[in-house]
């Protein structure tokens, strides 16, 4: 059941709680940190692609601070095994008895930072795919179950491209919403050098949700009222992807759709909403979409971005 307009009242003044907390360390970066927080909401995975030096990691470690989760690093390498990711069985002695005990691997988490994630070889990639969608690991014949709420927040360098591999389609198809962070504006730059390049202070930040309260304001995500007609937007949105042969080569699936929906839900809670609008489903077409639609060489000739290609389409 949604939560009355009271209720939505006191999840917004939440959410601006978490944001001012965050803030004490993050300098900037309010609609990423938006869009974050939707893919939460959503019981989502998200791509965050920047440059180098944007604090990416920083940001989702404070996250999962201020939300009281467990929170995990992985460092995409080439040489990385799924092995190293989803744990491994190692040989325990045990009252003079040898035996074989699970040791877990870093995927045991909350939230999973995994840094350049298209760094990593494409068996390895494989082994999140099931982590993202089934909430479990198996190794060997047996499967574990993943502790939730679970988030992999991934991260991507769009250059120095050189011994990467490229995430397939049916792995960025996985990741509810493509985050790009971007430069921060130079007044923004000159707080986070002042903050940043003195005697570095220790800021501690409160915890202001914890798993039980994600859950059910997940519960509350997906109960926000919807018109039909904006539904039938949201769905126009995504089957023009699939029509614009001028444009885009592939189209985005159906998961674009219900992606779509899920995100402008959670949006609208975010904001103290409690009901989606026009401008929630506009938001999110770009984090929803620019990771699923490939351009076609003649956008791409013209010098086209899939963000400018989105702006069409929602014009």
Same mark, same amino acid.
Not at 21 to 49: F, M, R, S, T, Y
Not at 219 to 242: G, N
């Given at each position: 059941?949604?939560?009355?307009?009271?209720?939505v009242?006191?999840?917004?003044?939440?959410?601006?709680?978490?944001?001012?907390?965050?803030?004490?360390?993050?300098?900037?970066?309010d609609?990423?940190?938006?869009? =974050?927080?939707?893919?939460?909401?959503?019981?989502?995975?998200?791509?965050?692609?920047?440059? /180098? *030096?944007?604090?990416?990691?920083?940001?989702?470690k404070?996250?999962?601070?201020?939300l009281d989760?467990? !929170?995990?690093?992985?460092?995409?390498?080439p040489?990385l095994?799924?092995?190293? =990711?989803?744990?491994?069985?190692?040989?325990?002695?045990?009252?003079?008895?040898?035996? $074989?005990? !699970?040791?877990?691997?870093?995927i045991f988490?909350?939230?999973?930072l995994?840094?350049?994630?298209?760094?990593?070889?494409?068996?390895?990639?494989?082994a999140?795919?099931?982590?993202?969608?089934?909430?479990?690991?198996?190794?060997g014949?047996?499967?574990f179950?993943?502790?939730?709420? $679970? !988030?992999v927040?991934?991260?991507?360098? /769009?250059?120095?491209?050189? *011994?990467?591999?490229?995430? /397939?389609?049916?792995?960025t198809?996985?990741?509810?919403?493509?985050?790009?962070?971007?430069?921060?504006? /130079?007044?923004t730059?000159?707080?986070?050098?002042d903050?940043?390049?003195?005697r570095?202070?220790?800021?501690?930040?409160?915890?202001?949700? *914890?798993?039980?309260?994600?859950?059910t304001?997940?519960?509350?995500?997906?109960?926000v009222p919807?018109?039909?007609?904006?539904?039938?937007?949201?769905?126009?949105?995504?089957?023009?992807?699939?029509?614009?042969?001028?444009?885009?080569e592939?189209?985005?699936s159906p998961?674009?759709?219900?992606?779509?929906?899920?995100a402008?839900?959670?949006?609208?809670?975010?904001?103290?909403?409690? !009901?989606v609008?026009?401008?929630?489903?506009k938001?999110?077409?770009?984090?929803?979409?620019r990771?699923? =639609? =490939?351009?076609s060489?003649?956008?791409?000739?013209?010098g086209?971005?899939?963000?400018d290609?989105?702006?069409?389409?929602?014009?």
């Amino acid at each position: 059941m949604a939560p009355p307009a009271e209720g939505v009242r006191s999840i917004k003044k939440k959410f601006d709680e978490l944001r001012a907390e965050l803030h004490k360390v993050i300098l900037g970066q309010d609609e990423v940190i938006d869009q =974050i927080l939707v893919a939460i909401l959503c019981d989502a995975n998200a791509l965050l692609e920047s440059y /180098p *030096g944007l604090g990416k990691t920083l940001m989702c470690k404070t996250m999962a601070q201020i939300l009281d989760l467990e !929170f995990s690093r992985i460092q995409s390498t080439p040489d990385l095994m799924p092995s190293d =990711i989803t744990g491994t069985y190692i040989i325990e002695e045990k009252k003079g008895e040898k035996g $074989f005990k !699970f040791q877990e691997g870093p995927i045991f988490a909350n939230i999973i930072l995994c840094d350049e994630i298209n760094r990593a070889t494409p068996k390895t990639q494989s082994a999140l795919l099931e982590a993202m969608q089934e909430k479990q690991v198996t190794v060997g014949n047996s499967t574990f179950k993943l502790d939730t709420p $679970f !988030f992999v927040l991934a991260t991507q360098n /769009p250059i120095d491209q050189e *011994g990467t591999y490229p995430l /397939p389609e049916a792995q960025t198809d996985r990741f509810l919403l493509k985050i790009k962070v971007t430069y921060p504006d /130079p007044k923004t730059e000159m707080a986070i050098v002042d903050q940043y390049s003195g005697r570095l202070p220790k800021t501690a930040v409160s915890k202001i949700l *914890g798993k039980e309260a994600i859950k059910t304001l997940q519960a509350y995500a997906r109960e926000v009222p919807i018109a039909d007609d904006l539904k039938r937007k949201a769905v126009s949105i995504v089957t023009s992807t699939r029509e614009n042969k001028e444009l885009i080569e592939y189209g985005a699936s159906p998961r674009a759709s219900i992606g779509l929906i899920l995100a402008a839900r959670a949006r609208a809670l975010l904001n103290g909403r409690s !009901f989606v609008a026009t401008e929630d489903i506009k938001a999110m077409a770009y984090p929803v979409l620019r990771h699923r =639609i =490939i351009l076609s060489f003649k956008a791409e000739r013209d010098g086209k971005t899939t963000d400018d290609v989105i702006t069409q389409l929602l014009k």
